[in-house]
Structures are given as C-alpha cells and as structure tokens.
T-cell receptor, first 109, second 115 residues
C-alpha cells in the first residue's frame, strides 16, 4: 500500500505570511499532483510534477518534486484569505491516484 | 468541456434504503475512478474502470457497494441497505490513460447523509 503523509495537518496563519506544506512517502511515484479543495466541493487540480527535482510555479505557489520522486513540497508566498482550503497531494502509482492525508489551511485576514 | 459531473450533489436517505449515484466523466477520458471522503480527510480509493472494465476494487468496497460503467461512458455507484457509516462525500474522477503520466480531474461530489 502506497501511503502519502502530509504535514502539517492544520495550519492557521495571518494574511501575508509564508508557509510550506510537505508531502512524504516511502514509495516512488511516476508523477505527483497537488489539489486544493473547498468545503462541499471536489478537489481542483493545481499542478502536476513529473521529473525528480522539478520545480513549478503558479503565481504565489511554488511546487517541488523530490529528486527521488518520493516527496514534494508546496510553498505559498504572502498567503491570502482566498488560499484557505484543504490542500491534497496525490501520487500516481499502480494505475490509480493515492491521496495524502491533507493539510487544512486557514488564512486569517 | 463540461468537466466531470456528478448527480445528485446531495442525498439524504434513511438507514436501510438503497441509493444510486451517477458520474459523467470528461468525454474522451477512458478511466473513471470512485473515491470516498469523510470530513477533514483525504479521499480514499474505492474502485476504478478502464472503459467498461472494472479493474480494481478496494477492500473498503463492501458487498453492499456496486459500481458499473456499462458502455464505458457514465458510471453508477449503488449502495444497498445504507448504514450511518456510509455518510460521506463520494467523488468521481476521470483521466485519459496516456503513457505513465496522467492527470485525474474530479467532479464536485455527491454528499450522502444517512439518517
């Protein structure tokens, strides 16, 4: 069973602060995705990383895939209240997506 | 592109009743997945189809659960004799099998409440 652990589980920060969310596994993934989910809605795909060491930027969000393709991080610069939500990492392996445990982010105005 | 759509968005049912959910994937996607998510947790894999073939079922999918994708397009997930523990968000996703790298896109989910 492939497991993805995210840390921290909960994060409450003030608007304008920076934060990093980590996603770790003992398994190698062919690709890894980050999703953001708001209450009562389905997860929305933010980014896919494929190559070990890859870094992708999406406005204030920076995603990195570990060199060994076992871990990833999401860094948010100058967080805004609109960033509030559940952030999920998800790895592709064995023909399906396995989700991490999730990080619930609250950005206080 | 209308994305993945799920119906209904919300369902309240009495314990012991049967319920059926529908998922319409993105039209050219050949893979379809069902996940279940409880409050504050990440989605848990239930089952997936490639075209009309159901290729894998999780141990979470008890005998009361059945999923079909008869023509390789839309899929249904039926829960028989619902229990309160079945209350959750049921998510459907689809993807296009293309080499080793692909992306799954999710519907908005069906929120089931068993009372």
């Amino acid at each position: 069973t492939q497991l993805l652990e995210q840390s921290p589980q909960f994060l409450s920060i003030q608007e304008g602060e920076n934060l990093t969310v980590y996603c770790n596994s003992s398994s190698v993934f062919s690709s890894l995705q980050w999703y953001r989910q708001e209450p009562g809605e389905g997860p929305v795909l933010l980014v896919t990383v494929v190559t070990g060491g890859e870094v992708k930027k999406l406005k204030r969000l920076t995603f990195q895939f570990g060199d060994a393709r076992k871990d990833s991080s999401l860094h948010i610069t100058a967080a805004q209240p609109g960033d509030t939500g559940l952030y999920l990492c998800a790895g592709w392996g064995y023909q399906k997506v396995t989700f991490g445990t999730g990080t619930k982010l609250q950005v206080i105005p | 592109d209308t994305g993945v759509s799920q119906d209904p968005r919300h369902k309240i049912t009495k314990r012991g009743q049967n319920v059926t959910f529908r998922c319409d994937p993105i039209s050219e996607h050949n893979r379809l997945y069902w996940y279940r998510q409880t409050l504050g947790q990440g989605p848990e894999f239930l089952t997936y189809f490639q075209n009309e073939a159901q290729l894998e079922k999780s141990r979470l999918l008890s005998d009361r659960f059945s999923a079909e994708r008869p023509k390789g397009s839309f899929s249904t997930l039926e829960i028989q004799r619902t229990e309160q523990g079945d209350s959750a968000m049921y998510l459907c996703a689809s993807s296009l099998l293309r080499g080793s790298n692909t992306e799954a896109f999710f519907g908005q989910g069906t929120r089931l409440t068993v009372v």
